[in-house]
């Protein structure tokens, strides 16, 4: 029913705003863009990894590169999370993460319960240290985002910066994100779903 629902609703999509690329003679990559970021505000059903699996990845040492260029390094897969940007609280609950994740930002519409630590822009950094997370992660390019990211690591938190402005980026965000989490079999099995949607949008603009 599930997948119903989701296969359903993202064919309308795909017929408006093919409709839309239409009218307004939009570009083919723009279409795709267009459709494919909206369709994965939707989470997935991420395929669940064996329990034997999804143990292993959770009690081990974890490290990635940012798109910053900083090595992260943690010593266990992160349990307190504060994500800066709602579409990473989204890919956390994505990842079945949502318990590890304990702040969210204004903007977001996931996870209402949790307690709010300002907005993108501007975080409150009081806030914020006296929930003691282990793991901040945010999207990088705008200079007040980046002067955030380095007052926090400043104050001694560890801090991942991600950039997503191609579906290439957007992946390898994903994959970090799992990584981090001790998720990464989840987050392999979500981007191979977004491909395939991926792939949906290409078949479906192209007709």
């Keep these: ?92 609950a994505a990842l079945g993460r949502e318990e590890s994740v304990i702040g969210r930002t204004a903007s977001d519409v996931v996870l209402p319960q949790l307690p709010v630590v300002g907005t993108h822009m501007r975080p409150n950094l009081e806030l914020i240290a006296g929930l003691q ?27 991942a910066r991600f950039r997503v402005r191609s579906f290439e980026e957007l992946f390898a965000c994903i994959l970090r994100l799992g990584i981090l989490t001790g998720a990464r079999d989840k987050a392999e099995a979500l981007i191979a779903q977004y491909e395939t949607r991926l792939q949906t949008v290409r078949t479906l603009a192209a007709h």
């Excluded at 989470?43 to 940012?66: K, L």
């Excluded at 997370?133 to 801090?159: K, N, W, Y």
């Design 133 to 159: 997370p282990d793991l901040i992660v945010l999207m990088e390019g705008r200079e007040a985002v980046d002067s955030t990211a380095e007052r926090l690591q400043s104050m001694g938190f560890t801090v």
């Design 1 to 92: 029913m599930r997948g119903r629902y989701f296969s359903d609703n993202f064919s309308r999509a795909c017929r408006l705003c093919k409709n839309h690329a239409k009218r307004f003679h939009l570009p083919l990559t723009i279409f795709c863009a267009a459709v494919l970021f909206a369709w994965l505000l939707v989470p997935a059903y991420a395929v669940e990894p064996e329990n034997g699996t999804a143990e292993a990845e959770q009690s081990r040492a974890v490290t990635v590169v940012d798109d910053a260029g900083t090595v992260i390094r943690l010593s266990e897969p992160a349990r307190r999370i504060i994500p800066l940007y709602a579409p990473l609280t989204e890919s956390l």
